[in-house]
């Protein structure tokens, strides 16, 4: 699968330091305790899982195969 043109310009979120915890009632939260941030791109039921610095993980081949086979689009980018 060979990566959408636009794709080079998107980055996984950056981590970042604050004093205090963010807080709001129009945000949901999830735990990050520990991993790996990256972009899924998913066309026509292949997925590729990519870091920030846009090299593929290929340990992470099988996680890539669920989502390609499972994710019921023609194509798509989502960052976690």
């Known amino acids: 699968m060979k990566l959408h ?3 080079g310009n998107l980055r996984p979120i950056r981590l ?3 004093a205090e915890p963010f807080d709001s009632e129009f945000f949901i939260y999830e735990l990050k ?3 790996f941030r990256a972009l899924s791109y998913a066309e026509n039921g292949e ?8 090299n593929v993980f290929g340990g992470f ?7 390609g086979e499972n994710l019921r689009v ?3 980018i989502t960052r976690r």
């Open 5 to 7: 043109p636009f794709a």
């Open 16 to 18: 970042s330091r604050r």
């Open 61 to 67: 081949k099988d996680l890539g195969e669920l989502i």
């Open 74 to 76: 023609a194509s798509a």
């Open 47 to 54: 997925c590729q899982l990519v870091s920030r610095n846009g």
């Open 33 to 35: 305790i520990d991993g």
